[in-house]
């Protein structure tokens, strides 16, 4: 539903070009804390050193966006659902705090996808698409995109030139033909993701299982409410220390045990060794993760074979 799309060579090429084309010294960006690892280091990081200021929001704070926009604010960044712990915040509810004050939002909506989750229809002005992840949807390709309004968007497009974030063709060719089977490939990921889920839920094991489809999950009225599917991404917490999840990540046989997620493949990942990466323990309670958390990306595999999978690592 957007007006143009722009691509770029990774979805952080596409968040760094979009946040040093909209943004000038003096302004600040609100973000959700709970949020990508590269995007919380960059906004944290690197972005103080052209003077842009920061102000990190937790999930409660977002409830209530117009308290959290100030004079500076030109930008407002969230992600939903967050990542690892799939906490969904109302979308409709922050894009129209933004435009009662002429803040642009932006968000992340990798974990969705644009199958699972509209932005622009919620009111949204850009959207942020790691197309790595689903949108490729095999793995084999680093991309980012950014849709929205031409108008919003043409300083990010003068931004891309001088920045070169842009992607190369052989990318462009392997995106072009992984996006045809995006919507079939997305209706088996919500399948597998809801039945592992289901699953997880039921085991002793485990001490808690977080996806918004589960009616356990604390945003599932609101993701209903905002998403068509629920995705492929299962976070899973075993409670104890760091060393109980590691034994059950390199049990794993089915599950490939790396970073990304997406893919036709299903992988795992501990958060705190990948997307949360340096996270300070502020950092991490911030963002409700804990060091005995492991993610899955759910894949397009028999589910049964995954289900094995996850159970004969569950043992001790
Ligand atoms: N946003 C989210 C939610 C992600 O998970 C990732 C990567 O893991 C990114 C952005 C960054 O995307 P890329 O790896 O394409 O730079």
């Known amino acids: 539903g957007a007006e143009t799309a722009m691509l770029f060579a990774s979805g952080m090429a596409a968040t760094s070009t979009a946040l040093l084309g909209l943004l000038k010294s003096g302004d600040e960006v609100v973000c959700s ?53 799939l906490r969904c915040v109302d979308v ?33 002005d850009i ?31 003068k931004a891309r030139r001088m920045l070169g974030g842009i992607v190369d063709p052989q990318a462009a060719y392997a995106i072009g033909r992984g996006i045809k089977t995006l919507a079939v490939r997305m209706e088996r990921h919500n399948a597998n993701g809801l039945a592992v889920a289901r699953w997880l839920e039921k085991d002793k094991r485990v001490a808690t299982v977080y996806y918004p489809g589960l009616e356990s999950h604390p945003d599932h009225a609101l993701a209903k409410k905002q998403m068509s599917g629920f995705g492929g991404m299962v976070c899973l917490d075993l409670g104890g220390g760091q060393d109980r999840v590691e034994r059950f990540f390199d049990r794993l046989r089915v599950f490939r045990r790396a970073a990304s997620l997406g893919g036709v493949e299903s992988l795992c990942s501990l958060p705190v060794l990948t997307s949360q990466w340096g996270h300070t323990d502020a950092q991490l309670a911030e963002a409700g993760i804990t060091r005995s958390m492991a993610r899955l990306s759910i894949g397009l595999e028999d589910p049964q074979d995954l289900i094995d999978d996850l159970d004969q690592a569950l043992n001790p």
């Open 92 to 124: 409709a509810a922050i894009a129209a705090a933004c435009r009662a004050r002429g803040v642009t939002s932006i968000i992340d909506n990798t974990f969705a996808s644009p199958i699972n989750q509209r932005p622009i229809e919620l009111g949204v």
């Open 33 to 85: 804390a709970a949020i990508y690892g590269g995007t919380l280091h960059l906004i944290a990081d690197l972005l103080s050193h052209f003077g842009i200021g920061a102000r990190f929001a937790t999930i409660d704070e977002l409830r209530q966006p117009e308290r959290l926009i100030g004079d500076k604010t030109k930008v407002l960044w969230f992600e939903s659902p967050i990542n690892p712990t």
């Open 127 to 157: 959207v942020m698409e790691s197309v790595t992840k689903y949108l490729n949807g095999h793995s084999d390709v680093t991309a980012g995109a950014l849709a929205g309004p031409a108008g919003l968007l043409k300083p990010v497009d």
